[in-house]
Nanobody, 121 residues
Framework: QVSLVESGGGLVQPGGSLRLSCAAS????????MGWYRQAPGKQRELVAR???????DYSDSVKGRFTISRDNAKRTVYLQMNSLNAEDTAVYSC???????????????WGQGTQVTVSS
C-alpha cells in the first residue's frame, strides 16, 4: 500500500507564501500524474494543479500565475509553491498520485491526508 505524506501547511497572512510537499512513502514502479486538490468549507473540491511524469503542468484558472507545481521523481515528491495568497485560498489541500506499484499492475490513485492552509491577517 502507498501512503502520501504531506507537509508545509499552516497560517499565513494575505500576500504571503507557503510551500507544500507531498512524498510517496513506498518503493513504486512508476509514479504517473501527481497533483493537488483543495476543498474549502461549503465548497466543492477543486483541482488546483497537476503535473505529469515528464513535468507537463496544468493549473486552475484561480491560481495561474501565483502557484507553481513541480516534482522530484527520484524522491517521489510533488511540491506546490503558493505565492500571493489570499483568503480565497483558505482550504484543506490534498495531494494525489497515480501510481503503478509493479510492472504489469494497473495504475491506481492514492491520496494524502490533507493539510490545512489558512490565509488570514
Amino acid at each position: 500500500q502507498v501512503s502520501l505524506v504531506e507537509s508545509g501547511g499552516g497560517l499565513v497572512q494575505p500576500g504571503g507564501s507557503l510551500r507544500l510537499s507531498c512524498a510517496a512513502s513506498e518503493t513504486i514502479f512508476i509514479v504517473y500524474d501527481m497533483g493537488w486538490y483543495r476543498q474549502a468549507p461549503g465548497k466543492q473540491r477543486e483541482l488546483v494543479a497537476r503535473i505529469s511524469r515528464i513535468s507537463i503542468t496544468d493549473y486552475s484558472d484561480s491560481v495561474k500565475g501565483r502557484f507553481t507545481i513541480s516534482r522530484d521523481n527520484a524522491k517521489r515528491t510533488v511540491y506546490l509553491q503558493m505565492n500571493s495568497l489570499n483568503a480565497e485560498d483558505t482550504a484543506v489541500y490534498s495531494c494525489y498520485a497515480r501510481v503503478q506499484l509493479r510492472a504489469g499492475s494497473t495504475p491506481s490513485d492514492y491520496w494524502g491526508q490533507g493539510t490545512q492552509v489558512t490565509v488570514s491577517s
